[in-house]
């Protein structure tokens, strides 16, 4: 069975600070993660995948994420956080041998000046 | 630039009043999808094609159809609309390769007020 894990349903950042975003996942196959993010009613755009290659995986807009089976995490971060940064942010696995797209419920980051 | 496109981007209905949507895409990916996002909430698989084959999800109500004429186009129908449908639908697609999914590209979304 598959499941993913946002720990923290909100973050709150300042302006020029790093920001990490949670994400621990369950997966019976070798996953397939993804962060996308999603701004106020638009849709979800792709920051970046990890499909069992490089284990950090860099995104757009400066973000990266660390593959760590170990620790089954996908945590998602950025050195130095802008305004524009703030929205919602899902993160997804998907499974081969079988698919099934599973969301996490989301994290939603805020930006203070 | 390829794209997913969704129309239109807002939407009314009336209660019990059947409502279609529409997802066009020219990324020629052989796998769409249609989601629906409530508030705050992440996106909720209803349905896929993959190719022409339809792959309902178990919890979808009757209440949602689809229909995928060919590759690039892809409706949702409502054939009666309750206040708890009111959401936005998301269309996404993606290339699949045997039983590999590969990431999804969102379109905009449809915003469905039900009143």
């Known amino acids: 069975a598959q499941s993913v894990t946002q720990l923290d349903s909100h973050v709150s950042v300042s302006e020029g600070t790093p920001v990490l975003l949670r994400c621990n996942y369950s997966?019976?196959?070798?996953?397939?993660l993804f962060w996308y993010v999603q701004h106020p009613n638009k849709g979800l755009q792709l920051l970046l995948k990890y499909t069992s290659a490089a284990t950090l995986v860099k995104g757009i807009n400066g973000f990266e994420a660390e593959f760590k089976k170990s620790e089954t995490s996908f945590h998602l971060t950025k050195p130095s956080a802008h305004m524009s940064d703030a929205a919602e942010y899902f993160c997804?696995?998907?499974?081969?041998?079988?698919?099934?797209?599973?969301f996490g419920a989301g994290t939603r980051l805020f930006v203070k000046a | 630039d390829a794209m997913v496109i969704q129309n239109p981007r807002y939407q009314v209905t009336q209660f019990g009043k059947p409502v279609t949507l529409s997802c066009s895409q020219t990324l020629n990916h052989n796998v769409m999808y249609w989601y629906q996002q409530k508030s705050s909430q992440a996106p909720k698989l209803l349905f896929h094609y993959y190719d022409k084959d339809f792959n309902n999800e178990a919890d979808t109500p009757d209440n949602f159809q689809s229909r995928r004429p060919n590759t690039s186009f892809c409706f949702l129908d409502i054939r009666s609309p309750g206040l708890g449908d009111a959401a936005m639908y998301l269309c996404?697609?993606?290339?699949?390769?045997?039983?590999?999914?590969?990431?999804?590209?969102f379109g905009p979304g449809t915003r469905l007020t039900v009143l």
């Open positions: 996404a697609t993606s290339s699949g390769e045997g039983v590999s999914y590969n990431e999804q590209f």
């Open positions: 997804v696995v998907t499974g081969t041998g079988g698919f099934k797209t599973i």
């Open positions: 997966s019976s196959y070798s996953p397939s």
